[in-house]
């Protein structure tokens, strides 16, 4: 994770970790792994906004909740440190599958249309968590909201669950610039309802194929 930092935090009475990332990279050019990346941007602003946006999906619960505070001088998200059994990655090394084969995808598939939808430049599985009962938080959006209006891979798109399909067509341009105004610019709202617009219609697309059963759950 990106210049990610573990505090304690304490009211006195509770005590418990937190995740805090401070770090505001924005670069004309940025050489990475995979190439260049251009107007590159790695920003603890796009977590709170990933969550502001989960909130507006119904998918908040998959996420942990990010808000925006200061700690050493310097301002950052903060999130609740989340106490989990394993990441993706290591899932994959071992070779484990969910006792719940059913459950575990129906969680996958909204995490997929998640990460779709914020169009995340690193998404790796070491930012997908593991709880004790196989519950999947995902973390880590500093590298999302980039401003393509495609989707990066539309073939990831398998099945919707059918609450999260109807939040994503009442999902409103006026709604989530004002729930993210501090973390999203203007273009990076139109680039998400772009998005948003082409994971609707790829899944009304494949109803219309396969059928609603075969698609929705």
Not at 36 to 44: A, C, L, P, Q, R
Not at 54 to 72: H, I, N, S, T
Not at 168 to 189: C, G, I, P, R, S
Request: with cysteine.
């Amino acid at each position: 994770m990106t210049h990610t930092q573990r505090l304690t935090l304490s009211d006195g009475t509770v005590t418990h970790d937190a995740s805090f990332q401070d770090i505001d990279e924005h670069k004309a050019v940025k050489q990475l792994a995979m190439g260049s990346e251009m107007n590159f941007v790695d920003s603890y602003k796009y977590n709170i906004a990933a969550y502001g946006l989960a909130e507006l999906l119904g998918m908040d619960d998959m996420l942990p909740v990010y808000v925006e505070r200061k700690w050493g001088g310097n301002t950052g998200s903060l999130s609740w440190w989340l106490s989990v059994k394993m990441d993706e990655a290591e899932r994959h090394k071992q070779k484990l599958t969910a006792p719940d084969a059913d459950a575990w995808n129906n969680q996958m598939y909204k995490i997929r249309v998640f990460d779709q939808l914020v169009s995340d430049s690193d998404p790796n599985l070491t930012n997908v968590l593991i709880g004790e009962n196989w519950q999947i938080w995902r973390i880590d959006f500093t590298r999302a909201f980039r401003l393509n209006k495609e989707l990066k891979s539309p073939a990831d798109l398998v099945r919707c669950d059918r609450q999260l399909l109807e939040k994503l067509k009442a999902l409103d341009a006026n709604e989530l610039t004002e729930k993210t105004k501090k973390y999203l610019a203007k273009d990076e709202v139109k680039a998400v309802m772009a998005r948003r617009d082409r994971i609707v219609a790829q899944f009304q697309k494949m109803i219309a194929e396969k059928g609603e059963n075969e698609v929705l759950y």
